[in-house]
């Protein structure tokens, strides 16, 4: 069954959508693999994310320089795209037992597939919908491949012009995909906070008319955190099992405990937005008694003037605004007046 993104609660009227990406952190274990999953849905977010890829599907085998990666990126430099593709890619066999438990868990799980039989391998899991990572958002093919699916499709931005993502996006609506998501993402690893430029958000949501995110590979968690301010409604992040883990994805990976705070904190940052509202809001009203006031500070006589000896802007807020004092000084008591009583206009004759 397809399931719209109102169905699946991804949108600016739900919490925001944490996904909970497991990357090659399960380090070629199925129990680790097992082991992520459950401090993923520990941890209180929306979905779990796969790749579905093997070194064949994307690259070939060779030691030639176009095909080894730079120092630029320490935690693989040296490695061939092949060698870190076959240590990262998670074994097609561990889908049905992961997808299984995500089942028994309730916690919604779907994938990055990278090329045509992926998508095809998929879709045997009834997959909610499907994420195009940034490096394959030119994949014309593939676009094509994942809009037959007619569900909602979430596309990493990283790399791509304005030009670039109108034609994915083009693509893919011409091909029979209705929903998108588009995550803002800066394809380092990991990445420069300062080159998040989150102010895109809204932006990409007003010129391809689309809900957006962030697919963050920064440090921490203040990008994501921060993205929910700009619309952000979906925030991917990869997750690990420890601080002192040092596998592929490692070093711009959250500990459960650090997922859990991010759920926290962007659901806090979600129910701050709020609405446009000035004044008191029910949060505030018992904090009205410390707010400056007009206040009868002496007794006063009925007939008597009143003055700044026997009226002051005070503490609490209950009386008259202070900007009446002027106006009320000079003026006469139309009763008797103890100290302490807040003014009101019918205490002037």
Excluded at 6 to 17: D, H
Excluded at 154 to 180: A, M, P, R
Excluded at 263 to 268: I, R
Aim: charged share 25%.
């Amino acid at each position: 069954m397809i399931k719209t993104l109102n169905e699946l609660k991804i949108g600016s009227q739900f919490p925001p959508f944490i996904v909970a990406e497991l990357s090659g952190n399960h380090e070629q274990s199925l129990s680790k693999a097992m082991e992520l999953l459950e401090a993923a849905k520990n941890a209180g977010v929306s979905a779990l994310k796969l790749q579905t890829y093997t070194a064949d599907t994307l690259t070939i085998k060779s030691d030639k320089p176009d095909f080894r990666i730079s120092d630029s990126f320490d935690q693989w430099k040296g490695q061939t795209l092949y060698d870190l593709y076959n240590l990262a890619y998670t074994p097609w066999e561990w889908h049905e037992p992961i997808f299984k438990r995500c089942k028994e868990l309730d916690l919604p799980v779907f994938s990055t597939p990278f090329d045509s039989t992926a998508v095809d391998f998929l879709e045997s899991f009834d997959m909610p919908m499907y994420k195009i990572a940034s490096f394959e958002s030119n994949d014309m093919q593939l676009l094509k491949k994942v809009a037959q699916t007619k569900k909602p499709v979430i596309i990493s931005t990283g790399l791509s012009n304005v030009s670039e993502l109108y034609d994915s996006v083009k693509t893919l609506k011409d091909g029979g995909c209705s929903e998108l998501v588009l995550l803002k993402c800066t394809s380092a690893y990991p990445a420069n906070p300062a080159g998040s430029n989150l102010l895109t958000l809204p932006h990409m949501k007003e010129l391809f008319g689309c809900e957006v995110g962030i697919s963050d590979h920064t440090l921490g968690i203040g990008a994501s955190v921060a993205s929910i301010a700009l619309g952000g409604i979906m925030i991917e992040k990869h997750i690990k099992l420890s601080a002192k883990q040092n596998s592929v994805d490692s070093l711009f990976s959250l500990t459960p405990s650090e997922m859990k705070l991010l759920v926290e904190s962007s659901n806090s940052a979600w129910q701050s937005l709020g609405k446009v509202f000035y004044g008191i809001s029910d949060d505030e009203k018992e904090s009205v008694k410390f707010r400056r006031s007009l206040y009868v500070t002496k007794d006063i006589k009925r007939g008597e003037y009143f003055s700044e000896a026997n009226v002051r802007s005070i503490r609490p807020g209950y009386g008259l605004p202070p900007k009446y004092l002027e106006q009320i000084l000079g003026k006469t008591s139309s009763c008797d007046i103890e100290a302490g009583t807040a003014v009101r206009w019918s205490h002037l004759s």
